[in-house]
């Protein structure tokens, strides 16, 4: 709790306009934990104007540069990887769905809800992709749940997911409220709660699962 409140604190100081130096002055912490909390929090030309210390300025403006050549190199390898790997083919798409329901989906094999749950929009709408155009799932019976915090305003956050996800509002069950807030939470991925992806087919859960199985049977490391 102490280091989320740190945070919290080192990222109201930040929109205040004051430089790592001075943030690290105010609250102790090393200048690695506060790159790592502010990296996206850059200063405006304004805020920048405004520092009183040139050597702070400079610093600044150096952070700055190299965010600008961090950002072209990923803008680059993107670009690289894209070409190297878009499209993927039927059975690439099939691979990328188990992998992924290996991480995240539900693994009881009594149960027949295929379900995978996430904080990220896009692997939401991966997992609708994969399910409805690899696996051929229809898209009417797929169900939605969502895992919200008290403060939260339930009907917005419905609306953003149907909206995001392109799902109708007529697929979501009720959702599940917890009983803290998210005041308790100092992760930007649950800004919008949790999205669970059901659907109901027992025959298709064993496909995904066995698949899953024969692969780790194959290239899991072992005597």
């Known amino acids: 709790m102490a280091k989320t409140l740190e945070k919290r604190k080192a990222i109201s100081l930040r929109k205040q306009g004051k430089s790592y130096s001075q943030i690290k002055k105010i609250l102790g912490v090393a200048k690695g934990t506060l790159s790592e909390w502010l990296r996206n929090y850059p200063l405006s030309e304004k805020q920048l104007r405004a520092l009183r210390d040139w050597n702070e300025t400079r ?3 150096f952070r700055r540069t190299m965010r600008a050549k961090r950002e072209k190199r990923l803008r680059k ?9 878009i499209p993927l083919s039927k059975k690439e798409l099939f691979l990328a769905g188990l992998f992924l329901y290996w991480g995240e989906g539900s693994k009881g094999v009594r149960t027949g809800h295929i379900s995978i749950t996430n904080t990220d929009p ?4 991966f997992t609708l992709f994969w399910l409805t155009k690899t696996l051929r799932v229809p898209k009417k019976k797929i169900r939605i749940a969502l895992h919200l915090y008290q403060d939260m305003d339930i009907k917005r956050e419905h609306l953003f997911w149907s909206k995001t996800i392109n799902v109708s509002l007529s697929q979501f069950w009720k959702p599940y409220i917890k009983k803290t807030s998210t005041q308790a939470i100092d992760h930007s991925g649950f800004k919008h ?23 780790v049977d194959q290239y899991k490391m072992g005597p």
């Open 59 to 61: 610093i600044e403006n």
């Open 77 to 85: 390898c993107y670009e690289q990887e894209k070409k190297k790997w």
């Open 122 to 125: 896009d692997v939401i709408k």
């Open 193 to 215: 709660g949790t999205c669970r992806v059901y659907v109901g087919d027992i025959r298709l859960k064993e496909r995904i699962l066995m698949g899953i199985k024969a692969i």
